[in-house]
């Protein structure tokens, strides 16, 4: 039975927070871009992402396996208005571009559910909340397995349910079509931290294992030209690149804060850290042919290169999969881009 359960466990978990254990692609340096990563004063329209004021939501009910408890869960996902009620998978609802860690999985006859992203309020409406907890599973009361997971929301959609952990990430289909060149991303937020000075690993298998340094809430975006051969495979050179890094609680909303994209080769900006803003080829979207496919980014594409495709991703954690520090809390609110 410990066998199925970390099956189940494990399979819930398809999209994590970025990996650093991403192949990074190493190419020689050249000169260095505008700033990165830190707030900045830049004036421009702005224009939210759609359902980005994060006002209305999708409620889902779903029962688990009554082997593991039969629980009642509601989980929340970014779109319109609607509840559903029943263990369906879910997709993109109203033509919502986001889609959430919250997933329902189906794995040897147990049903199975993460949840960690809620809708919380922030001044007169509603807001993202994301939370990295340990996810468990008990069985006759007793818990059998425990997996830290991280809450995340992100441009894209996820393939439910998740009936594995075989490939269990092409679930996820990262990034949605864009053909734009914004100067800036630019979101309200709130920073809660768990204040633990080391972070944990726990998978499901062994014990709990202590990951050196602070937990921080991340947020990535980047700008992808992509092209598709013949055979539906996917390669991208990176247009543009934003990662922000929180390793400080706030005291309470910081609003409207304005991280400008850079555009082009970032290597020798000062504040480049390659282990989230290198390129990338862990990533999976789906081809013209309904595939699921790697993402390979081979290069940096010129300053002035426009993008087929925008991945966006917030997340509560940072250190990857089965990482971080239970008690992080990141909320988000008001997302869009700046002209």
Known sequence: ?????CAVMLSLLPLQQVRPECPLRVQPPVAAPASCGTAATIEGRFVPFRYGHFDTWVVRHIKES????????TLYEIGPSMTLEGNTPYTNQGGSPWA???????????????????????GKGYCVKMTTHIEQVKVL?????RVLAAGSIFLGDMKEPITGTKDAEKAVNWGVPFKDRPKALRYDYRVALSGEPNRVKQTGFGSKQTVSGRDKA???????KRTEDAKGQITAKRVGTCVVTY?????????????EILYGDIRNHPGYDATHMGLR?????????????????????????????????????????????????????????VY
């Open 1 to 5: 039975m410990n066998g199925k359960l």
């Open 66 to 73: 009554a082997v593991i408890g039969g629980n009642q869960k």
């Open 100 to 122: 959430t860690s919250n997933v329902l999985a189906r794995v040897s006859g147990i049903t199975k559910t993460n949840n960690s992203v809620y809708r919380d309020t922030h």
């Open 141 to 145: 009361g007793v818990v059998n397995i």
């Open 218 to 224: 991340i947020t990535v975006l980047y700008l992808q």
């Open 247 to 259: 390793g400080q609680s706030t005291k309470g909303w910081v609003e409207g804060a304005t991280y």
């Open 281 to 337: 080829t862990c990533d999976y979207a789906r081809n013209s042919k309904g595939q699921s496919v790697p993402v390979c980014e081979t290069g940096w594409a010129s300053p002035t290169e426009t993008p087929t495709h925008l991945i966006l991703q917030f997340s509560s954690s940072h250190g990857g999969a089965y990482v971080g520090s239970p008690g992080n809390t990141f909320w988000v609110d008001n997302a869009g881009l």
